[in-house]
């Protein structure tokens, strides 16, 4: 069968009777034949879809899932469901691979795996434009991808169908391209979601990826789609071969030429794809408690919502969150989404507590808050209890801001909890974290936990595949999988005529939480003349800082005996620093109690002014107190100086 790359689409006849909308459950309701196989046909969202079952299925059902053209060079598939393999089609022609196509494939696969039981990985089969959709899919879905056939694909719109390099392209399909992704010309030459761009999740996986071209296909030059696509994605780390096709007739200007190994190609598959890898399940590490229907309503019903991210690097580096932020916006297209990005390297819940007003909530009101608080708090040395009166005041200060505001408590993964899980020990952090949840029926991640076991299980390594405290692309996609786990157990159909759930208050786990903090200025503070606010402070010894504390004004002491006094009404009080090579002792006392010491150099110290959260007094009486605060004579055997440099005040009251 030929086909042209302009306007060729693949039609199913399909005699219905009745149907069901995919959202309540797909229902099949016409079985006929397809190369002597039996075939079930149904409708997903007025598409048509079909799978192909083999004589007799191999366990685990493995399958493959064709992405454009089914009926085109169907000599694998035959072969491959003789060995009993199931072939899957959907038909989202002339939609490019774009989010709605994406959604619509998020769907189908969900059917297969919930209801019909195929094997949670796939081989994808491509052809010329279905390149499009296998690699839009692949990228957001490297976990359940085996392998990826492809033949002749189109690798970057700007060769085809923009036609903006050597082939002819087609001005037809260039702007329903143009269309359906709502783009300019200019804005398409930028595109950033080709085949060819984004590929270290891929790699990260190690999918193995074979291309079949024809050896001068004039159609789509090799040179601007497959090699750059292999040159980019091996560079990566990615596992890619290229079969070049010399024998027979190359038609429509090389674009068309015959499978010579069709036996070898499905061997490919079949290899890669089958037995399944044996993946641990997201599921036992997600716990959706009183689950996210009031962010769903704000999102689906309301067409409005504000999701934001509150942690340390983790959060604050690229990775899971820009792809959250990309699958609810793909997801839910006709919503406006606010995002906020409150993510501060080097910050656990005790910072999260008090910058949180600021940081987040000034910002108007949130819908959707994800915390992550269980690396920094181990790294900074955080005490328990500490934690549960940060952790525990995040959350009644958020809901006491929005009584319905959805909160989902996350454990990322470092060396240490590993070690901890290897032993039998929940880590303290994490304990604190699953009780907060508990307590006020949260979501939780416990995604360090979860880190562990699928190392044990071979999955993968820590040193080769996670690498670090701040993951590899692997790590990102682990974690940016467990939390769409979470969002797709929650934002079901199920849930699209629930109201939102009245929230009151449980009563508190502590009795004085910093469940009101926030920031105080600075300038009142009283000092004497050891001490002076520069305005607009930034280091002076190359040292560098974290974003937002710099260029701001920084209250200053470094003589010895220089003393101040700060005012405040609370049951909390500490100060914010950045303690950098020449940070030094401070003695501090409240209402005139007993004076005690403290070292701002840290073990990051020599490498940058670190923001450094010091809680200096908790579980005071709500009144008004004094707190006092003198540059020590002693100073770290390691630091250059006496300084303490104070950004914020900080109060709970």
């Keep these: 069968m030929k086909y042209t790359v302009a306007r060729f689409c693949c039609v199913i006849f399909l005699a219905c009777v009745s149907f069901f909308s995919f959202c309540q459950h797909p229902v099949s309701f016409h079985t006929d034949k397809w190369k002597g196989f039996a075939r079930v046909n149904f409708l997903l969202e007025d598409h048509a879809a079909y799978y192909v079952k083999p004589a007799k299925a191999l366990p685990g059902n493995p399958w493959v899932w064709r992405t454009s053209f089914p009926d085109w060079h169907t000599e694998m598939d035959s072969l491959l469901l003789a060995k009993g393999f199931h072939i899957v089609f959907l038909n989202v022609d002339n939609q490019y691979g774009s989010p709605s196509a994406m959604r619509l494939y998020n769907k189908l696969y969900q059917y297969l795996t919930d209801s019909v039981s195929f094997a949670h990985t796939v081989a994808l089969e491509a052809v010329s434009r279905g390149g499009l959709y296998a690699y839009a899919w692949a990228k957001r879905n490297p976990d359940k991808v085996n392998c990826i056939y492809a033949e002749a694909p189109v690798c970057d719109i700007k060769s085809w169908p923009g036609g903006k390099g050597k082939g002819p392209g087609d001005s037809t399909c260039w702007n329903q391209f143009l269309q359906i992704f709502s783009l300019t010309e200019q804005q398409a030459l930028l595109f950033k979601d080709n085949p060819v761009d984004n590929l270290e999740g891929m790699a990260a996986f190690k999918i193995p990826v074979l291309h079949v071209i024809g050896y001068d296909d004039r159609l789509l030059p090799s040179d601007e789609n497959t090699y750059m696509l292999a040159q980019r994605y091996t560079a990566l780390g990615g596992p890619m071969s290229i079969y070049p096709v010399t024998m027979g007739p190359q038609e429509l200007s090389g674009h068309h030429f015959p499978i010579e190994h069709a036996g070898k190609w499905a061997d490919f598959i079949a290899q890669n794809a089958y037995p399944a890898n044996d993946r641990l399940p997201y599921g036992p590490y997600v716990n959706k408690r009183n689950g996210l229907q009031n962010s769903f309503n704000a999102i689906h019903n309301n067409k409005e919502a504000t999701v934001a991210f509150l942690g340390g690097s983790i959060t604050y580096n690229p990775g899971w969150r820009d792809k959250i932020c990309r699958y609810l916006k793909e997801h839910y297209p006709d919503t406006k989404f606010h995002f906020i990005a409150a993510g501060i390297p080097s910050l656990g819940s005790l910072p999260h507590s008090f910058r949180l007003q600021r940081d987040v909530l000034d910002s108007g009101k949130v819908d959707l808050l994800f915390v992550e608080t269980a690396v920094n708090d181990r790294v900074n040395g955080t005490d328990s209890l500490t934690q549960m009166l940060a952790l525990e005041g995040i959350v009644r200060h958020a809901r006491r801001t929005n009584p319905q505001m959805d909160i989902v408590l996350m454990s990322f993964a470092d060396e240490q909890k590993n070690d901890d899980y290897g032993k039998g020990i929940t880590p303290v952090e994490i304990a604190n974290l699953e009780r907060v949840a508990a307590h006020y029926g949260l979501p939780s991640l416990n995604m360090a936990k979860e880190v562990h076991d699928k190392i044990r299980n071979k999955e993968f390594t ?192």
């Design 462 to 653: 820590w040193t080769y595949d996670f690498k670090d405290v701040h993951p590899s692309p692997y790590g990102q996609e682990l974690y940016a999988a467990t939390i769409k786990t979470l969002l797709n157990n929650c934002f079901n159909d199920n849930n699209l005529n629930k109201q939102s759930s009245q929230t009151t208050m449980a009563a508190p786990l502590t009795k004085q939480s910093i469940d009101n903090g926030g920031y105080v200025d600075i300038h009142k503070a009283g000092t004497d003349n050891g001490w002076k606010i520069d305005e607009n402070w930034e280091p002076s010894d190359g040292l560098s800082t974290r974003d937002g504390f710099a260029h701001m004004p920084v209250l200053v002491g470094d003589k010895p005996g220089a003393v101040l006094s700060f005012k405040f009404k609370g049951n909390a009080v500490g100060i914010a620093i950045v303690s950098g090579s020449d940070a030094g002792m401070i003695t501090y006392s409240i209402d005139n109690g007993a004076p005690k010491t403290i070292n701002l150099y840290t073990q990051w110290s020599n490498l940058l002014h670190l923001p450094w959260y010091l809680l200096l007094g908790s579980e005071l009486k709500n009144t008004n107190h004094t707190l006092h605060i003198k540059i020590a004579d002693s100073k770290d055997a390691k630091s250059k100086g006496n300084a303490c440099r104070i950004v914020h005040f900080l109060v709970n009251g």
